[in-house]
C-alpha cells in the first residue's frame, strides 16, 4: 500500500524552528518528485517547496525563500522539510506529497501535478 505519513508538527514560538519529516512506504521517493504544501485555516492550499527526483532541482515559495530547507534520505526513505525562524503566518496544516511518478528531473508546485497525499501534519507558531 502506496503511504506517505507527515510528521514533526507542533506547537513552536514565533523565531522558533520545527523538522517535518515525511517517510514513503510502497514507494520509494527517490524515484518521485515530493512537494510540500500547506494550508492555513480559511486559505487555500499553497506550495512551499519541492524536490526532483535524484535531486536534480528544489524550489521555495518567495514566502519561506531562506528559512526553509527540504533535503531528501535515501536511506531512510525520507524527505524532511526544516523550517527556521518561523512566524505566525506559517501556522497551517502541512502535507506531503508525491507524483506518480511523471515529472523527471524537475518539480512544480501544482497540487494537480502530485498523486500521493499524506494527511497532514499540524505547525502552530504562537506564544
Known amino acids: 500500500q502506496l503511504q506517505l505519513v507527515e510528521s514533526g508538527g507542533g506547537l513552536v514560538q514565533p523565531g522558533g524552528s520545527l523538522r517535518l519529516s515525511c517517510p514513503g512506504s510502497?514507494?520509494?521517493?527517490?524515484?518521485?518528485?515530493i512537494g510540500w504544501f500547506r494550508q492555513a485555516p480559511g486559505k487555500g492550499l499553497e506550495g512551499v517547496s519541492c524536490?526532483?527526483?535524484?535531486?536534480?532541482?528544489?524550489y521555495y515559495a518567495d514566502s519561506v525563500k531562506g528559512r526553509f530547507t527540504i533535503s531528501r534520505d535515501n536511506a531512510k526513505n525520507t524527505v524532511y522539510l526544516q523550517m527556521n525562524s518561523l512566524s505566525p503566518e506559517d501556522t497551517a496544516i502541512y502535507y506531503c506529497?508525491?507524483?506518480?511518478?511523471?515529472?523527471?528531473?524537475?518539480?512544480?508546485?501544482?497540487?494537480?501535478?502530485?498523486?500521493?497525499w499524506g494527511q497532514g501534519t499540524q505547525v502552530t507558531v504562537s506564544t
Open positions: 506529497a508525491a507524483d506518480l511518478p511523471r515529472l523527471q528531473d524537475v518539480c512544480v508546485m501544482t497540487s494537480g501535478d502530485y498523486d500521493y
Open positions: 510502497g514507494l520509494t521517493l527517490d524515484d518521485h518528485a
Open positions: 524536490i526532483s527526483s535524484g535531486d536534480a532541482m528544489t
